[in-house]
C-alpha cells in the first residue's frame, strides 16, 4: 500500500524574523550566549557567558581576571549569538563594546549580574552569587550594529 504524502509542515514551527516582543521573550529566557571578540594577536576569541537583553543592547559582566574582558576594552568590535535547538530560535548581533565599568566591587554590575543569577539559576541564583561578591568584575554595554533574527526549521528565501 502507498502512501499518500503529506503537506503538513507544522513540524516546522513559525519561520521567519522574530518579532520585538518574540526576541524581548526569548532573550529574556536562560540561554547561554556565545560572545566572540579579538584577542590582542587578533585572532578570535569566542566565550560563552550570561547575557542580559534591556531592549536595545546587551550586557555582560566579566570577572576581573577575564581575559575577553581585556579585548572588549582594547578592541571595542565584537559578536553575540543566543540560540537554541528544537524551534531554532536565534539572535544574532554585530556590537561595539561599550566599557561601563572597569572592574570594582559593588558597581553598577551588581544588580545586572543579580538578575542574571536567577534567570540562570532560579532560586539558587543568589546562593552562586553572593559568595564571590568580593570579587571585582567589569561591566560592559554592547550596542548592535547590526541584528538578525531567524526561527523555525526552514530556509530564508534569499538562500533559496
Known amino acids: ?3 499518500t504524502p503529506t503537506t503538513d509542515e507544522s513540524w516546522r514551527g513559525k519561520v521567519g524574523r522574530l518579532a520585538g516582543d518574540e526576541v524581548a521573550a526569548f532573550l529574556a ?20 557567558c550570561w547575557h542580559e537583553w534591556d531592549g536595545s543592547a546587551f550586557w555582560v559582566v566579566p ?21 537554541e535547538a528544537g524551534t531554532q530560535r536565534k539572535v544574532v548581533a ?5 566599557l561601563v565599568e572597569e572592574p570594582c566591587l559593588n558597581g553598577r ?5 543579580e538578575r542574571m ?14 559568595p564571590t561578591l568580593d570579587k571585582p568584575r567589569w ?6 550594529v547590526n541584528l538578525t533574527t531567524w ?8 538562500y533559496k
Open 1 to 3: 500500500m502507498s502512501e
Open 29 to 48: 529566557e536562560g540561554h547561554i550566549a556565545r560572545l566572540a571578540c579579538l584577542d590582542g594577536e587578533g585572532w578570535p576569541y569566542v566565550v560563552p
Open 63 to 83: 570577572r576581573e581576571r577575564a581575559a575577553w574582558a581585556r579585548y572588549l576594552a582594547a578592541e571595542p568590535r565584537c559578536a553575540i549569538t543566543v540560540d
Open 94 to 98: 554585530q556590537a561595539r563594546a561599550v
Open 109 to 113: 554590575w551588581l544588580p545586572v549580574a
Open 117 to 130: 543569577s536567577v534567570r540562570y539559576l532560579g532560586e539558587n541564583g543568589p546562593k552562586y552569587l553572593e
Open 139 to 144: 561591566l560592559f554595554r554592547l550596542e548592535p
Open 151 to 158: 526561527q523555525g526549521n526552514d530556509w530564508a528565501e534569499k
